[in-house]
């Protein structure tokens, strides 16, 4: 089946200290890749998403490339700030289906 | 647009009663999901409809849940009787294919049955 592997957490990291958060997945067709960002108390919204190999994501200084050869999908940023702390989720859909099959999730805090 | 709302934003029962989740998506989607949250078991899927049919409910833990969606835009997850374990946010989220199966997640529902 599908499935979604991520980084364990938490994560905690200085204010504009470079970030990656590791996903990599398996999948029984071609899936497109999201990142999914739950911020205290709210829902999951979207940060950004790739739906071919070698394309790249990005949001909010977030960026992230679909790499079939690794069938990776790491999350990164430059310089992180304390509005970035939250959980980020790692997750996929294969083909037409709209289900996604997420991460666990990978809490960060960043300290200032 | 007001994005998806659900109803109540806090919900406190006794365990054995009856609790009510309810979520309106966002118009013109025609996928709607049910998601749990709990610290120790994370993110779940529940059951998901589209275009108001249930396509897959085998997240549904168990004969005291249940799910329907009697019109594209309102939905309702019932437990009954509810049980301490089933303290968790339960998350609704909608998507259409024109959105590229983005999914848009309401506030949640957080339940304490005590």
């Known amino acids: 089946g599908d499935s979604v592997t991520q980084m364990e957490g938490p994560v905690t990291l200085s204010e504009e200290a470079f970030l990656t958060i590791n996903c990599t997945y398996t999948?029984?067709?071609?899936?497109?890749l999201f990142w999914y960002v739950q911020y205290p108390g709210e829902g999951l919204q979207l940060l950004l998403k790739?739906?071919?190999?070698?394309d790249k994501g990005s949001n909010k200084g977030f960026e992230a490339t679909y790499r079939k050869e690794t069938t990776s999908f790491h999350l990164e940023k430059g310089s992180v700030q304390v509005s970035d702390s939250a959980v980020y989720f790692c997750?996929?859909?294969?083909?037409?289906?709209?289900?996604?099959?997420f991460g666990t999730g990978t809490r960060l805090t960043i300290i200032p | 647009d007001a994005g998806v709302i659900q109803s109540p934003r806090h919900e406190v029962t006794e365990m054995g009663q009856e609790v009510t989740l309810r979520c309106k998506p966002i118009?013109?989607?025609?996928?709607l999901f049910w998601y749990r949250q709990t610290m120790m078991r994370g993110l779940e899927l529940l059951i998901y409809f589209n275009n108001n049919v249930p396509i897959d409910d085998s997240g549904m833990p168990e004969d005291r849940f249940s799910a329907k969606m009697p019109n594209a835009s309102f939905s309702t997850l019932k437990i009954q009787p509810s049980e301490p374990r089933d303290s968790a946010v339960y998350f609704c989220?909608?998507?259409?294919?024109?959105?590229?199966?983005?999914?848009?997640f309401g506030p949640g529902t957080r339940l304490t049955v005590l």
């Open positions: 999948a029984t067709g071609y899936p497109s």
């Open positions: 997750a996929l859909s294969v083909g037409g289906n709209e289900k996604l099959t």
């Open positions: 790739a739906t071919k190999a070698d």
């Open positions: 989220a909608s998507s259409s294919r024109s959105a590229l199966n983005e999914q848009f």
């Open positions: 118009s013109g989607h025609n996928s």
